[in-house]
């Protein structure tokens, strides 16, 4: 167990989409410049209202997908452009990063390891697939975690605290004796406020790194 300045991380939470496989935002962008949209012009619209807008209603499982597919039409289509929910949904599945695979199996063998995902009921699995070869892969990688929390199965989404609250519970720790990594700040900000170390993602090698300092540790390819 590593020390995190004056505290022993006992446990590593981990996001899952954007962290153990690229992000869907990549996709995002690639949707938009194949489609002449602006770019980030998904992700605004995932910006604008984000406790109440249809995409935090669909991973809260407020709504269904065929309610999401209408309702995201409107509210792109509000902002200049329509596009319907089920062309984004296409999209949430990335591709697993093996090195980041490989540095959670060896965390594990340390520290508990939970993870905490924002998904939708759409497509194979926590990990939303979209091929049975992906859900395998992602169900491999979901069995590593001793908790997982996934948003559409107990109703509240990060960045709620009470999220991370059910992961510390689960495993039986305190916030501070966590760390949290994710690609997004305003989830990395509850966290924090909780008492975790918090490591926000910015590429998988930058990534590495963190954890390795964090949890002193010699992660595969880290430098």
Known sequence: MAQ???VLIKAVLW????VLTSSPFEAFNRYERANGLPVDFIRSINATNPDTNAWAQF?????????FDAAFAAES?????????????????????????????????????????????SGQ????ARSESKAQAVAEVM???DTVIESSLVGIRKP?????????????????????????????????????????????AQALQ??????DLELPHAN
Do not use: W
């Open 4 to 6: 995190g300045g004056e």
């Open 160 to 204: 709620n605290p009470e999220i991370y609250l059910m992961a510390c519970r689960a495993l039986s720790i305190e916030p501070k004796e966590a760390l949290f990594i994710d690609d997004l700040g305003i989830n990395l900000k509850p966290a924090k406020a909780l008492g975790m170390t918090t490591i926000k993602v910015l590429n998988e």
């Open 125 to 128: 699995g926590a990990g939303m």
């Open 77 to 121: 289509a509000a902002r200049g452009h329509s596009i319907g929910g089920h062309s984004v949904l296409a999209l949430l599945s990335g591709d697993i990063r093996p090195r980041m695979v490989q540095a959670l199996k060896q965390i594990k063998q340390s520290h508990a390891v939970g993870c905490i995902t924002n998904n939708v009921k």
């Open 210 to 215: 963190d954890l390795s300092a964090a949890l």
């Open 143 to 145: 069995a590593l975690f």
């Open 15 to 18: 996001d899952f989409g954007g």
């Open 59 to 67: 991973e809260r499982n407020q709504m269904s997908a065929q309610a």
